[in-house]
């Protein structure tokens, strides 16, 4: 008896049904769903980045940054991402919709990223990544990410020294020869940009009714007792 | 052991069947010779480039400044060049070679036009090549397991059309009646892996699926490569070498068909296990979390039958080279399949998860079980394609000793810093007073791990010289001439005769 044909249908439907049940049936159930759109000022959330941030989003892809950081915040009770201060709230479905490609991550050799841009905000967040990226440990002590000195350049002042020199925030130990100056490159800009524009925004309605448990206060707790 | 004298009396009518099948099997095996080299000279080369890579990753997680100023060297291009040539160059590279090898010989065909082989080995090489290429110039897609740029993934669905049309070719040409269990692996491992790569490819670069559906595809499609690829190859090849080794059958056909059909019900929904607590459908995260435990079924029935077909036997260990590094593989297959059920469990999982626990987990998956049985595969083939044997078994013996304590040390330092990491990582120290105090700072937790990374680092040094041993003798045994008359298999020590030769 040739039993191929009945073993290769075996094969084909044990495939098809996890195709079906993890892919296709979530594509179906929340692979349309879109922005919520604020009545109050009319904006859809979440937004969308700026330009430089979106430029920035491939340089984080092309440097693997996602093999050492996440960008999701579990939901309260699961981990303590929320009392380390990685977010307001857990991350849900509908943060991630208008992200043409999703980093949620795998590992946390650094710390999650989903809302470091809160965490670094306006000008101050801006130098606190021009030195990180510069030298990780002048920052954070102790910190084990790699160097990323090839997004800045040293060059020859010609002219006037440029508005944009970033060397003065930088220890004595890096600045360059006299009548040199370091700057960013446009990729640098970008990145850091795109560090500064990751911040979610708060819960929308139907995710707040229907997803979020709030974390039960401490009053709460000893009522149960 | 066939000599020459033997295969001329096989052709005479009179000899034993013996004999003839004898001369049939070393038709096939020469068949096969020039593509089933070819894809094992490329895994191996890319098996010390991948190692290269690895240690070059492991050594800048404790000293981040090493080679800090070269861009296309950093850590995030290094570790993913170190995944992609260690799955994509070592381990498809060698499951093809040992696929249809197996095939040809269990079907009882021999290859016909092997120069296609030839041109898919070529191009899935060249491949591989601009793939690595394009992810330390800036191209990754950062998509895990997906890396490779799009312009060289098209190179790769080609050549791996290629093997797998020639090898269901081969065992359509089969003049084997019986469809053994490890045709049934290899026929479903192929046909399973480009439907994968097609889902992935379309719904995360071509046309990406919106916000976290993608995330389901992509640990549908990366946890599948392992559970649907990789598994079927290894197992299918365990379930050959195992009994061909100790010249016995399997001990029970009923337990590997069980075994089979329970892998691949479940295997494939375990993905979403690398979902657990993030944003997407809690129902499919439970059914993940299902599936994973339900794998123990086929893991346990795999490694009784394998084990059954052991007993008694364990001495031919001390000498079969084939047989020790196979039969390590396969107890490592069943633990590191047992710790990813229990890794899949909602309180383990919180802890394990984004730490070098899962490391851990995964190269005692695609190291101690996968490579380790496509090593004592290369070690039973390559003599039976060049007629020729290994040069020398203290080159094995290092091979051996250094990878299975290297891998082992390597597991289990990876376990301690995740657990550690952890704990640190997802718990409230309860203060003096009672009440839970501040998580520990992040940088303290990041300072804890790195006597662990050394360690890792040291253990990827025992895997690099075993790695070493194994190129060397692989090139010896290619330059050494041919013995003229009959030859006995390089074994670890001289004992009785336990491997059959052909």
């Known amino acids: 008896m040739n039993r191929a044909p009945l073993i290769f249908l075996g094969i084909f439907f044990a495939i098809a049904f996890s195709w079906t049940g993890i892919i296709l049936t979530n594509q179906i159930s929340y692979g349309s769903l879109t922005r919520y759109v604020n009545p109050d000022d009319g904006k859809a959330y979440p937004q969308a980045s700026p330009g430089e941030a979106a430029r920035g989003k491939l340089v984080y892809q092309d440097l693997g940054c996602v093999y050492c950081h996440s960008q999701q915040v579990r939901q309260p009770g699961f981990g303590i991402d929320i009392e380390r201060g990685w977010g307001d709230r857990g991350s849900v479905a509908r943060d991630y919709v208008g992200e043409q490609r999703v980093f949620l991550g795998s590992m946390r050799t650094g710390p999650d990223l989903r809302n470091v841009g809160a965490r670094f905000a306006g000008q101050g967040g801006r130098e606190w990544h021009i030195k990180h990226f510069y030298d990780p440990t002048i920052t954070s002590v102790d910190s084990i990410m790699p160097p990323h000195r090839f997004l800045y350049e040293t060059r020859k002042i010609v002219g006037d020294p440029s508005l944009k020199a970033v060397q003065s925030l930088l220890p004595e130990k890096y600045q360059p020869a006299p009548g040199h100056e370091i700057v960013l490159k446009q990729r640098g800009e970008d990145l850091i940009a795109y560090m500064l524009s990751l911040k979610d925004p708060e819960l929308y309605p139907e995710e707040a009714a229907r997803v979020y448990v709030p974390k039960a206060s401490p009053a709460k707790k000893e009522a149960a007792k | 052991m066939a000599s020459a004298s033997q295969l001329a009396s096989s052709l005479n009518p009179s000899a034993s069947p013996e004999l003839v099948k004898r001369a049939e099997l070393s038709e096939i ?31 800048k997680m404790h000293n981040p400044a090493l080679l800090g100023d070269y861009e296309w060297l950093t850590f995030g291009r290094v570790r993913t060049a170190h995944l992609n040539a260690v799955i994509y160059g070592w381990s498809v590279n060698a499951s093809f070679g040992v696929a249809f ?79 053994y269990v490890s045709q049934w692996y290899i026929l479903a491992a192929l046909f399973w892996f480009p439907w994968l790569y097609s889902v992935a490819q379309i719904m995360l670069i071509f046309s990406p699926a919106r916000g976290t559906v993608q995330s389901l595809v992509n640990w549908w499609f990366a946890h599948n490569v392992l559970g649907l690829w990789f598994t079927p190859i290894g197992l299918g090849a365990v379930y050959y070498f195992l009994p061909k080794v100790l010249g016995k059958p399997i001990h029970s056909y009923y337990l590997s068909v069980l075994g089979f059909w329970s892998l691949a019900i479940f295997y494939n929904w375990a993905g979403v296990h690398h979902l657990i607590g993030g944003p997407v459908p809690v129902w499919v995260q439970t059914a993940g979390i299902t599936a994973s435990f339900m794998m123990v079924i086929p893991v346990i029935v795999t490694a009784v039958n394998h084990h059954l077909t052991m007993v008694g036997n364990s001495s031919a260990l001390k000498y079969s080279p084939t047989l020790r590094f196979t039969v390590f593989g396969a107890v490592a297959y069943t633990f590191t399949s047992l710790q990813g059920s229990s890794m899949s469990i909602r309180s383990w999982s919180e802890l394990t998860h984004f730490t070098h626990y899962t490391i851990g987990h995964s190269h005692a998956g695609m190291y101690a079980f996968f490579t380790m049985v496509m090593f004592g595969s290369i070690y039973y083939i390559l003599p039976r394609i060049l007629l020729k044997e290994w040069p020398s078994a203290k080159l094995i013996s290092l091979h051996f000793w250094a990878c299975a304590l290297g891998i082992i040390f390597m597991v289990l330092v990876l376990s301690f810093a995740g657990v550690k990491q952890g704990i640190d990582m997802n718990s409230l120290p309860i203060g003096a007073d009672g009440k839970p105090g501040a998580p520990a700072p992040f940088l303290e937790i990041v300072k804890n791990t790195i006597p662990w990374l050394k360690l890792r680092s040291y253990s990827g040094i025992l895997l690099t010289i075993g790695h070493l041993a194994f190129a060397v003798n692989f090139v010896w045994m290619l330059l050494k001439p041919r013995p003229a008359g009959a030859t006995a298999p390089t074994l670890f020590r001289n004992g009785p005769e336990l491997e059959v030769s052909r």
């Not at chain 2, 095996?29 to 290269?52: C, N, Q, R």
């Not at chain 2, 191009?123 to 591989?128: A, L, Q």
């Not at chain 2, 690595?132 to 110039?137: R, S, V």
Request: a positive charge.
């Open chain 2, 101 to 179: 090898w197996l095939m040809a010989r269990l079907s009882r065909a021999e290859l016909r036009h092997s120069g296609m082989l030839l041109i898919a080995a070529a191009f899935w090489n060249i491949g591989v090549t601009l793939g690595i290429y394009g992810i330390l110039t800036g191209d990754s897609t950062s998509i895990e397991w997906l890396e490779f740029p799009s312009y060289a993934t098209p190179l790769l669905f080609f050549a791996y059309a290629l093997v797998g049309a020639w090898t269901v070719i081969t065992f359509r040409f089969g003049r084997s009646k019986h469809i």
């Open chain 2, 29 to 59: 095996d020469a068949s096969t010779k020039l593509p089933a080299l070819f894809f094992f000279g490329s895994a191996i080369l890319w098996l010390l480039a991948g190692t290269v890579f690895a240690l070059l990753a492991a050594f």
